[in-house]
Nanobody, 125 residues
Framework: QVQLVESGGGLVQSGGSLRLSCVAS??????????VGWFRQAPGKEREFVAT????????YYADSVKGRFFIFRDSAKSTVYLQMNSLKPEDTAVYYC????????????????WGQGTQVTVSS
């Protein structure tokens, strides 16, 4: 099975920006036929939806908590999915996961078949 790999996390000051990247462990894998999404999980909290986007259509959806600040993008040439995070807040601190689904995707983590190990994002106040 394909494993996704996230990178780009780190420590950033409140109001700063980070761009997370997600690639597949298999070189032949592409996101062209998958719904992709980003989720996050903070200590003591359930994994929550952040953003999702279809590959073949320009359709995106964001959680209310990140709308207007976070943006999901795809790079077809390098089979990479990005999460651009702007105006970061301390409450954005969490482990961020990328995910892919061959069917409907959506805002529920249960719909996604492929996941990464996560990358830590810490926003200082």
């Amino acid at each position: 099975q394909v494993q996704l790999v996230e990178s780009g996390g780190g420590l950033v000051q409140s109001g700063g920006s980070l761009r997370l990247s997600c690639v597949a462990s298999t070189r032949t894998f592409t996101f062209s036929s998958y719904v992709v999404g980003w989720f996050r999980q903070a200590p003591g909290k359930e994994r929550e939806f952040v953003a999702t986007s279809t590959w073949s259509a320009s359709s995106t959806y964001y959680a209310d908590s990140v709308k207007g600040r976070f943006f999901i993008f795809r790079d077809s040439a390098k089979s990479t999915v990005y999460l651009q995070m702007n105006s970061l807040k301390p409450e954005d601190t969490a482990v961020y996961y990328c995910a892919a689904d061959s069917r409907r995707g959506g805002t529920s983590a249960n719909f996604y078949d492929y996941w990464g190990q996560g990358t830590q994002v810490t926003v200082s106040s």
